[in-house]
């Protein structure tokens, strides 16, 4: 199954801003990942996942649900991008937050190209 960095592009920055840094650290470049492309589910994709509610609790992380509901960590930017949720702190105690499933259909609609 695909993770969130397979299919954006990877540059070179060999900025002026960064040249301390990259003389610092002896590197030519920072390699940089380019901006991800994901779509907007359609009426017809939403409607054959199963969106279950989650109320954000003290202590909730984006990584921990997805551990929870997809069994790896690793996509908790599907729940971040499915909630418009950029990060964690976005979230208050007591909102309803929807976890989409089955997640290999979820990252197959918004990756698909």
């Known amino acids: 199954m695909p993770f969130r960095n397979d299919k ?3 540059f070179a920055n060999d900025n002026k801003l960064y040249s301390n840094y990259l ?3 002896d590197l030519k470049f920072i390699r ?3 901006k991800m492309k994901l ?3 359609s009426a017809e ?3 054959d996942l199963t969106i279950l509610d ?3 609790k003290t202590g909730d992380k984006f990584y921990k649900l997805s551990l929870k509901y997809y069994g790896d960590t690793r996509y908790w930017w599907v729940i971040a991008f499915f909630n418009k949720k950029p990060m964690d702190n976005f ?3 007591g909102e309803i937050i929807n976890i ?3 997640i290999e259909e979820v990252i197959y609609y918004i990756g698909k190209e």
């Open 8 to 10: 954006r592009e990877i």
């Open 23 to 25: 003389k610092d650290k």
């Open 32 to 34: 940089h990942y380019g």
């Open 39 to 41: 779509n907007t589910l």
């Open 45 to 47: 994709e939403l409607s």
């Open 54 to 56: 989650h109320i954000w």
């Open 91 to 93: 979230c208050k105690v």
């Open 100 to 102: 989409p499933t089955p």
